[in-house]
């Protein structure tokens, strides 16, 4: 799966798409990195209040709450170990390395496509 703008403007091409509790809860907890292209996406059942903390991380990263048309409904940047957001009504999260926002323009309203046609995408129901 790609994260493009709805302008086809690539974010991630490298994805993990991930849907149980167990994945959901450990997201990116111990990992030493990620590539620059890499989005972690969390698909939820229906819109949910959503909390992210960074325990156990050794880097920053954004955080993109989408609701169900995926639309960007908030962004944060979170610091490894003292990190947390909650958000209401998500139904999509992309957890990426810190700056993706930035660098590609991601602001609130802007709507996300995720493109199924890639290869690289490993999806842990």
């Given at each position: 799966?790609?994260?493009?703008?709805?302008?086809g403007?690539r974010?991630?091409?490298n994805?993990?798409?991930?849907?149980?509790?167990?994945y959901?809860?450990?997201g990116?907890?111990?990992?030493?990195?990620?590539?620059?292209?890499?989005?972690?996406?969390?698909?939820?059942p229906?819109?949910?209040?959503?909390?992210?903390?960074?325990?156990?991380m050794?880097?920053?990263?954004?955080?993109?709450f989408?609701?169900g048309?995926?639309?960007?409904?908030?962004?944060?940047?979170?610091?490894?170990?003292?990190?947390y957001?909650?958000?209401?009504?998500?139904?999509?999260?992309?957890e990426a390395?810190?700056?993706?926002?930035?660098?590609?323009?991601?602001?609130?309203?802007?709507?996300?496509v995720?493109?199924?046609?890639?290869?690289?995408i490993?999806?842990?129901?």
């Amino acid at each position: 799966m790609m994260i493009l703008k709805d302008d086809g403007t690539r974010i991630a091409s490298n994805t993990e798409c991930v849907r149980s509790a167990i994945y959901m809860m450990r997201g990116l907890m111990f990992r030493r990195s990620i590539p620059d292209d890499y989005a972690m996406v969390f698909v939820f059942p229906k819109p949910k209040r959503v909390s992210v903390h960074t325990l156990f991380m050794r880097f920053p990263i954004d955080v993109i709450f989408l609701n169900g048309d995926k639309r960007i409904i908030d962004i944060t940047r979170l610091d490894p170990w003292i990190g947390y957001r909650c958000v209401k009504d998500v139904s999509y999260m992309l957890e990426a390395n810190s700056g993706t926002a930035y660098r590609h323009g991601l602001v609130k309203g802007m709507k996300l496509v995720f493109d199924a046609v890639a290869t690289s995408i490993s999806d842990h129901a």
